[in-house]
């Protein structure tokens, strides 16, 4: 007997849809599946996250397995699978970065925001995560902030910068 509660896919909107067919259309008819990654996006844009629901909503609407879609939204770190704060800091830890203080940086960001990595602070302001490489190697080590910001060469106090600049535009300092 399976003990898993139902999902129901949400209700995309008119708008919603209309941006979907606008992805969708760059591929040819019989590989509209290839849109998932767009969809994927335009769901966060306007959540925030990527609900379970919405990947049902999305796999009915692309014509593809849930779990395909699923699939991708857990392998990339950029769609999250729940609510975030307002501002996501993804630290790289692979090798190059590891080796120039990435470790260290996601280190020292937790104990300023007082959160493991992976939590959000109780403000709702930043979330820390762990990533992968983030293709500035030379640069190390790197961050992204907000999926679109890059941050190269982070001392801590470049960090400190970084972290009291963000708190200081929302009016938390």
């Known amino acids: 007997m399976n003990n ?8 995309l909107s008119s ?14 008819a019989d590989q509209q599946q290839s849109a998932v990654m767009a969809c994927l996006s ?17 796999a009915a609407y692309l014509g593809m397995p849930v779990m395909a879609v699923h699939e991708v939204t857990t392998f990339y770190n950029m ?3 729940q609510p975030v704060g307002k501002f996501k800091l993804n630290v790289c830890t692979n090798l190059p970065c590891q080796l120039r ?26 979330t820390l995560q762990q990533c992968e490489c983030l293709g ?17 060469f982070m001392s801590h106090d470049k ?12 009016g938390q300092v």
């Open 15 to 28: 708008a919603t849809l209309a941006r979907f067919a606008k992805e969708v259309a760059k591929y040819p």
């Open 79 to 81: 769609y999250n699978q």
């Open 42 to 58: 335009i769901v966060q844009r306007e959540q925030g996250y990527v609900s379970r629901p919405a990947e049902l909503a999305i």
């Open 4 to 11: 898993t509660p139902s999902v129901e896919a949400i209700e």
């Open 159 to 170: 960090l400190d910068q970084l972290i009291d600049g963000l708190k200081a535009a929302e």
């Open 101 to 126: 203080g990435g470790n260290e940086a996601l280190a020292h960001l937790a104990h300023k925001l007082g959160i493991a990595k992976g939590e959000t602070t109780a403000d709702g302001l930043f």
């Open 136 to 152: 500035a190697c030379a640069d190390a080590p790197v961050m992204l902030v907000n999926d679109r910001s890059m941050c190269s």
